[in-house]
């Protein structure tokens, strides 16, 4: 069975801080693509960012970005320069290729303060 | 652009009551989806399908049915809701297992 884990379930970051969401996953496949999404009140799901397992290149989209550890099986999403429409529940999800299921883990609400 | 088109936007129910959530997608993706979220789980996966006429089930697909006659539709049928079915439901559907999910804007449902 394939398992997501964000053992946070709150975090608050002071505005254009630096703040690392912790993400790790479980699964014996090699084949695998990771994700994050972002959760604002109006409840829509929007991606954040994506990496495949087989690069060993962090993803990078603006001012976030992803520490990958493949042998940890560790998938942190960075957020620089913090802003106030950061504040949202973030999920970070995986799925392999050897089936269709998406999983995600439980989320972590994040705060910004002004 | 429609995207992931998620009917009603807001359901109350009476236990008991069978009801369809509707769920459709004009990008001709194979992939859909129906999570539910509930406080401190995540979301859940409760049946997913990988084209027409396929289906297969989630984590959590006890109460629920789904059916997929086209690639475009993927409703969600609760045949007699309880208490326990309170919760928010996402659709979701992806173009291939390696490229972003597009959700629905989700329905809050309740059962009392």
């Known amino acids: 069975a394939q398992t997501v884990t964000q053992s946070q379930p709150e975090m608050s970051v002071q505005e254009a801080e630096t703040v690392t969401l912790s993400c790790t996953y479980d699964?014996?496949?090699?084949?695998?693509?990771l994700f994050w999404y972002k959760q604002p009140p109006s409840r829509q799901m929007i991606l954040v960012i994506r990496?495949?397992?087989?690069?060993?290149q962090n993803a990078t989209e603006n001012r976030f970005s992803v520490n990958f550890q493949k042998a940890a099986k560790s998938f942190s999403l960075k957020i620089s320069d913090s802003q106030l429409g950061d504040a949202a529940m973030y999920f970070c999800?995986?799925?392999?290729?050897?089936?269709?299921?998406?999983?995600f883990g439980k989320g972590i609400t994040l705060s910004v303060r002004p | 652009n429609a995207g992931v088109t998620q009917t009603p936007k807001f359901q109350v129910l009476k236990t008991g009551q069978s009801m369809t959530l509707q769920c459709a997608q004009d990008?001709?993706?194979?992939?859909m989806s129906w999570y539910r979220q509930d406080p401190g789980m995540g979301l859940r996966l409760i049946h997913y399908?990988?084209?027409?006429?396929?289906?297969d089930q989630g984590e959590v697909p006890n109460g629920y049915n789904v059916s997929r006659s086209t690639t475009e539709d993927f409703p969600l049928r609760l045949l007699s809701a309880a208490p326990s079915q309170t919760s928010v439901y996402f659709c979701?559907?992806?173009?291939?297992?390696?490229?972003?999910?597009?959700f629905g804007q989700g329905t809050r449902l309740t059962v009392v």
């Open positions: 399908s990988v084209g027409a006429g396929i289906t």
């Open positions: 979701a559907s992806m173009r291939t297992l390696n490229t972003e999910a597009f």
């Open positions: 990008m001709n993706h194979e992939y």
């Open positions: 699964t014996s496949e090699s084949d695998y693509y």
């Open positions: 999800a995986f799925h392999t290729g050897a089936n269709s299921k998406l999983t």
């Open positions: 990496q495949e397992a087989y690069k060993q």
